[in-house]
């Protein structure tokens, strides 16, 4: 598996963004990781990495990202080992990593899990494993006069952008923002890295979706609909468009990117998106998490301090829409200047 987090293109796109981007690489293991961070702590971010064929190449890329980290100044190393061997003997996952001094971060980054279909199996067989209002409506969008085109114009993003705005308004949740989402297209879309599908009504866009791609893998990464077409739910279709011409390309990999786990409940960020990803097949993937290895002890537990306070600042805010009218304003209004900025 080669995530798109840990690619050359993504390096490309992090660089673009004005970021510090680092990396390194072994005999069986390498990483890209980025410097992070400001006044409440600068730490070295590996995003979904690093990647390692086995516990001792993993120990080997830990400590090359360890010295990297204290030569720029770092507090701690954050990675999210999802493609490496880290279990030695009878080891789970988590007892290795905190064997090695690792201990788990204060908020999980990148989903800690998700759903995967396999696409080297045919396409009967793709479609076959998906629920089948999902095929019924994959077959039959063109005769409601729907049909997707694919852009790789970083200028057509525009129109995910519009989607995106009113999504976000409609259901109150924070999204990516439009200034990074502009650069992922112009820095990615050049590359082969970054499509954008469209869904058209008659020739009008009603829904798009921004994909990201790596050597194997197609990772469905950004996607909103216009409510004013909610009937057709084209944005089902327009999934299986984007599986089924990841197959074409030869891709073997297709990540629906962030699930709940099988346990979770509405409190989960992810659970409101589970059910429809789940609709399109394939299977799901656990890993480890979002870990930190501290570089300067006291530091970090500065650092974990405003963190921790900061997520209770999230959570009251995530509570406003159930105060009334002005109060909820007010709250609002607070809780908009200690807001994290999106990674």
């Not at 030695?88 to 759903?115: I, K, M, N």
């Not at 197959?247 to 509405?266: I, M, Q, S």
């Not at 999230?314 to 909820?328: E, F, M, S, T």
């Amino acid at each position: 598996m080669v995530n798109i987090l840990q690619s050359n293109a993504w390096a490309v796109f992090q660089r673009d963004l004005g970021r510090t981007v680092l990396e390194d690489a072994g005999e069986g293991w390498h990483w890209l990781a980025v410097v992070e961070g400001g006044r409440t702590g600068r730490y070295l971010y590996c995003p979904y990495g690093p990647v390692a064929a086995t516990p001792q190449a993993f120990d080997e890329a830990l400590a090359a990202l360890e010295r990297a980290g204290r030569e720029h100044g770092c507090w701690f190393v954050r990675v999210e080992p999802v493609a490496a061997a880290l279990p030695d003997g009878f080891e789970t996952p988590e007892q290795s990593l905190r064997r090695r001094g690792l201990r788990p971060a204060p908020r999980q980054v990148q989903p800690g899990h998700t759903q995967v279909i396999d696409l080297t199996q045919d396409e009967d067989a793709i479609l076959k494993d998906m629920r089948s209002t999902n095929r019924n409506l994959h077959r039959n969008i063109a005769k409601k006069g729907v049909d997707f085109t694919v852009s790789t114009d970083p200028a057509d993003v525009e129109v995910l952008l519009r989607f995106l705005d009113a999504t976000a308004e409609r259901k109150d949740f924070t999204r990516q923002q439009d200034d990074y989402l502009r650069q992922a297209a112009r820095s990615l879309m050049p590359l082969g890295a970054a499509s954008l599908y469209v869904a058209r009504l008659h020739g009008e866009p009603i829904g798009a979706a921004l994909v990201y791609d790596s050597d194997d893998t197609r990772t469905y990464a950004h996607a909103a609909s216009d409510f004013a077409h909610r009937k057709l739910s084209a944005g089902i279709p327009l999934v299986v468009r984007t599986v089924l011409d990841a197959k074409a390309r030869g891709l073997t990999r297709f990540d629906l990117f962030g699930t709940a786990p099988e346990d979770a409940g509405p409190e989960h960020e992810w659970y409101g998106f589970t059910k429809f990803k789940k609709s399109f097949g394939g299977r799901p993937e656990s890993y480890p998490g979002t870990w930190d290895l501290p570089l300067h002890r006291g530091r970090y537990t500065a650092y974990t301090g405003v963190r921790a306070a900061r997520e209770a600042a999230g959570r009251a805010r995530r509570a406003a829409p159930a105060l009334p009218g002005r109060a909820r304003g007010a709250a609002r209004s607070v809780l908009a200047r200690v807001r994290r900025p999106q990674d």
